[in-house]
């Protein structure tokens, strides 16, 4: 068995958690406490991320097709969806302290701005990026502008969509960290008060969960990929 210090990395792990109240000599979990803190957390971390993620989706995948429509606009929207996310994270929190005060609002309206971007931007590109030819053939067999959106264009678009809606998800669960320094909770609020108290545990605490929700994020989009998205569509161009 591996050891360090004379000590197991078992031994050392196991005296880790039980200074941190996880557990209890050679038993197992006796401060359910910890647990429940630590789901609240999540629970409210992850209402953060979702509301505003799906107020993103719900905005920036109509105004996608817009813009592909109207292609005379796309670049000015891009770019003034694009400066929004130049704005460092924190300032945005402040911005919005004045206009909606503290808590859970201001900082779903930041996270929906910063996730509008990859959404937008995705949604147009896979629209533009479509086969003329499969556009043309779409005409040929006499369908409506919506029929050819919903049959052909969003389908064939779809992964690149989805794309952009996993990357603004993972910006959205590492910026939502911030948000415990306006008040709305979540798993920032260890990260601020170990920064506060210069307690880089209490720091961990927070960053990683975090980074485990960012990572979850992408294995559960590689998942609803595979589910909804066919898998010719999925396939990469041999290179």
Same mark, same amino acid.
């Given at each position: ?156 678009? &779809? ?5 952009? $809606?996993?990357?603004? *998800? #993972?910006?959205?669960?590492?910026? !939502?960290? =911030? @948000?415990? %320094? ?13 920064? &506060? ?5 209490? $720091?961990?605490?927070? *960053? #990683?969960?975090?980074?485990?929700? !960012?990572? =979850? @994020?992408? %294995? ?20």
């Amino acid at each position: 068995m591996a050891v360090l210090e004379g000590k197991s990395f078992a031994e050392i792990a196991r005296g880790f958690l039980s200074k941190k109240g996880l557990l209890h000599g050679q038993g197992g979990f006796v401060e359910p406490g910890k647990w429940v803190t630590l789901l609240s957390r999540v629970a409210t971390h992850l209402k953060l991320t979702l509301i505003a993620l799906l107020a993103a989706m719900a905005v920036a995948i109509p105004f996608g097709v817009f813009v592909y429509r109207l292609r005379v606009i796309s670049r000015p929207v891009i770019y003034v969806a694009g400066l929004l996310q130049t704005i460092p994270s924190i300032a945005l929190l402040a911005f919005m302290i004045p206009l909606l005060g503290i808590g859970p609002t201001p900082a779903i309206v930041a996270l929906f701005l910063y996730a509008l971007l990859p959404i937008l931007r995705n949604t147009a590109a896979a629209l533009f990026s479509i086969d003329p030819v499969l556009k043309k053939v779409a005409v040929g067999m006499g369908l409506t502008a919506w029929q050819r959106l919903r049959h052909v264009e969003l389908p064939l678009g &779809a992964p690149m969509i989805l794309a952009g $809606i996993k990357t603004a *998800a #993972v910006i959205n669960i590492g910026t !939502a960290t =911030l @948000a415990a %320094f306006i008040g709305a909770g979540g798993l920032g609020e260890p990260i601020v008060t170990g920064l &506060a108290l210069n307690d880089p545990s209490l $720091i961990l605490e927070g *960053a #990683v969960p975090a980074a485990l929700l !960012a990572v =979850l @994020a992408e %294995f559960a989009f590689e998942l609803l990929e595979n589910l909804v998205i066919p898998k010719h569509l999925r396939q990469k161009p041999a290179e």
